[in-house]
């Protein structure tokens, strides 16, 4: 169906011929994947979108003057505004620096297709000593820049952590947030379709994210599952009682396309008259009041240049771990030294940008005897997906499998080790009309093997780096410094993690496919002995993969600490009218994929705001959430 017939207008982001970093004949079909997928009404979902018309309902221009604005419609935002919008009598204003989410990100196979082109931050870190070294110690930190935000360009897993991380929050004076605090707001964000397969008081099933495992795997997902088993771990719902194990996750999905936040909550709020999204504009700074410690409003600029919207409740910061600390800090909150140094006269001296956290991981190559398994891009799986929404297309192969496991680093059972697979995929990496392409440099077609990947990780990372502002001037990218790392225990944990997954590969479960670990020394790592831990401490510093679950920048804690940003009821310090939702409020990272915890705090923190000014207007009554 061509885009005309559908019966709304709308403009779509078009980014997967660029996707494989692929030019001339791979170029052009991965365009025609594109446009067949948006050509779909039923995926494009034409109707609910958001345009970049400067034209708002009742004919309005974007106001000058809203009750609460927004910045960042990613993860955190999306909900954030749907949620305050629920209340008729106030107006809400989202602005998002990017484009509408696109459509093809919704087909499960092109999961992280958009990481590298336009809807990407694509921000790289200082170099770091002891990590990146393949690539001079520069690491990539994709972050998406659409609605959505990075959640429509990630693999979909959704994951919790384990309940003492929120007790730990809590014993260290985060009043109200414990597990069983958050528990509720996890719960009221999920509508989980496949009940038989969870512990059901752990789990929500009727709010807007749906929650289910895709409707496609390949086989040696199961036998990946198979293989924790015969090592001991159990398997079932890692986001019940117990998170150790291995299952085939669940993933947020509906009717197999990606459920982002943006489609889940801001679709379906798309007729409001009180909100008020605007894509395309990137919020330049905060508009803040001396006299009154408070602040009035945001600068943003869009394509007719700068403007401000006032905010007469309050401002809401969900631009992410990088974003959010970026603007504070240009807006002159932040450490005083550090402002004065970039020439920003300082508002409110608070350590913005520090406690910096991350996930970390690195590849392991096996070959397998899968070569029937491992599933091309074609016209014909597109077309099974469209009609279907089964198929290759509708999973991401073996990344759809996971395990938490513990290592001896890890403290009262917790688990500080996640691993996952890569391959089995039918992304850009297997397209068949190019014979000297990835796919053939994957598979030996002599002896039919194909390559898959595990991907040890190590969550509890004891590395804490810092954001700081390169200058004051917002366009300029901010410093990164994750300090990759700098505690010798994240390297050891690696290691071990590494060992983990190495036993899991031989076992019996995985000898069905004749899963080898690839034997190649890793090129810059081979005068060690191939194996050694010295080997693969090189390996993790030279190949390090980023694992993108950054958090910490503006951390939430008791105002006795002097590491706070943000109070319990996520306002930055001395700034009552300012809030921050998303990654960077994590006093410690969650154990885990951290897109379901940070739903977890914009719903929490929406209902904060919503008791907020009721307690001052008793203009809504927040219904209680169970
Ligand atoms: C490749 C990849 C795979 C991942 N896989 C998973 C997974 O499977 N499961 C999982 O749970 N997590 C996953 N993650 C992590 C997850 O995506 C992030 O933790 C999550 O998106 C953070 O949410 P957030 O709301 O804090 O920020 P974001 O989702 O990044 O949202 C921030 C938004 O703010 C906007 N913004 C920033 N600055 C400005 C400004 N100045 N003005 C206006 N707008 C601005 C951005 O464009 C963006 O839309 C993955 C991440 C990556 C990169």
């Excluded at 990100?105 to 590298?116: D, K, L, N, Q, W």
């Excluded at 913005?352 to 996930?359: C, E, K, P, S």
Aim: proline share 8%; net charge negative; hydrophobic share 35%.
């Amino acid at each position: 169906m061509p885009p005309e017939s559908c019966e709304c207008k709308w403009f779509d982001s078009s980014f997967l011929s660029g996707s494989c970093g692929s030019t001339g004949s791979l170029a052009f079909f991965m365009s025609l994947v594109d446009l067949v997928i948006r050509s779909q009404c039923s995926v494009a979902d034409p109707c609910r979108r958001r345009t970049t018309a400067t034209r708002f309902p009742a004919g309005l221009e974007y106001p000058e003057e809203l009750d609460f604005v927004v910045v960042g419609g990613g993860v955190a935002g999306s909900v954030v505004a749907a949620r305050l919008s629920e209340v008729p009598g106030w107006t809400v204003g989202l602005l998002e620096a990017g484009p509408e989410e696109p459509t093809a990100t919704s087909v499960p196979a092109f999961a992280s297709a958009a990481m590298g082109t336009e809807l990407d931050w694509r921000y790289l870190t200082e170099p770091q000593e002891n990590a990146c070294l393949a690539t001079g110690g520069i690491c990539a930190w994709p972050r998406g820049k659409m609605l959505g935000g990075t959640g429509a360009m990630t693999g979909m897993m959704y994951s919790r952590g384990h309940r003492r991380l929120y007790d730990g929050w809590r014993d260290a004076g985060i009043t109200g947030w414990g597990y069983d605090d958050v528990l509720p707001y996890f719960k009221k964000s999920e509508a989980n379709r496949n009940p038989g397969l969870v512990e059901p008081d752990y789990h929500g099933f009727d709010g807007p994210i749906s929650v289910q495992q895709f409707a496609h795997r390949p086989p040696m997902a199961d036998s990946i599952v198979r293989a924790g088993v015969e090592l001991g771990y159990r398997t079932g719902d890692l986001n019940g009682h117990n998170q150790t194990g291995f299952s085939v996750a669940q993933v947020m999905v509906d009717d197999g396309l990606r459920m982002s936040t943006s489609r889940a909550y801001l679709r379906p709020a798309h007729g409001r008259p009180n909100l008020f999204v605007k894509i395309n504009s990137r919020a330049t700074g905060l508009v803040l009041n001396k006299l009154n410690n408070r602040v009035q409003g945001v600068k943003y600029v869009d394509q007719y240049g700068e403007h401000m919207v006032r905010a007469r409740k309050e401002v809401i910061l969900s631009a992410g771990v990088v974003g959010s600390a970026h603007l504070l800090l240009v807006s002159g909150i932040g450490p005083a030294e550090e402002l004065l140094r970039a020439g920003v006269t300082v508002f409110q001296d608070l350590p913005v940008g520090r406690n910096l956290q991350h996930h970390v991981s690195v590849g392991i190559a096996a070959t397998v005897n899968a070569s029937e398994e491992a599933h091309y891009l074609t016209m014909d799986g597109i077309s099974e997906f469209l009609a279907t929404r089964t198929g290759p297309l509708a999973s991401t192969g073996l990344t759809q499998t996971t395990g938490f496991l513990t290592t001896s680093y890890a403290v009262d059972g917790v688990p500080d080790a996640q691993v996952y697979f890569d391959g089995l995929a039918p992304n850009c990496d297997k397209i068949p009309i190019d014979p000297e392409g990835p796919a053939y440099r994957n598979i030996d077609d002599g002896s039919k093997r194909a390559y898959v990947w595990a991907r040890p990780t190590y969550l509890l990372t004891r590395s804490r780096g810092y954001i700081a502002l390169r200058t004051g001037n917002p366009f300029d990218n901010p410093i990164i410094q994750p300090r990759y790392f700098q505690d010798r225990r994240d390297v050891l944990a690696m290691v071990e993690s590494i060992r983990l997954v190495l036993a899991l590969m031989g076992t019996r479960a995985l000898a069905e496919w004749d899963m080898q670990p690839d034997p190649t020394p890793y090129p810059d790592c081979a005068h060690y002995p191939h194996g050694s831990d010295a080997y693969w401490i090189c390996v993790v510093v030279t190949d390090t993969k980023p694992e993108n679950h950054h958090s910490g920048t503006c951390k939430m804690g008791p105002v006795s600490d002097p590491e706070t940003v943000v109070d319990p009821e996520l306002r930055v310090l001395g700034i009552p009218n300012l809030r921050v939702m998303d990654a960077s409020v994590f006093p410690t990272g969650p154990n885990c994929n951290p897109i379901a915890p940070v739903i977890m705090v914009a719903e929490k923190g929406s209902d904060m705001v919503k008791q907020t000014w009721r307690a001052y207007t008793h203009e809504y009554n927040v219904p209680p959430t169970k």
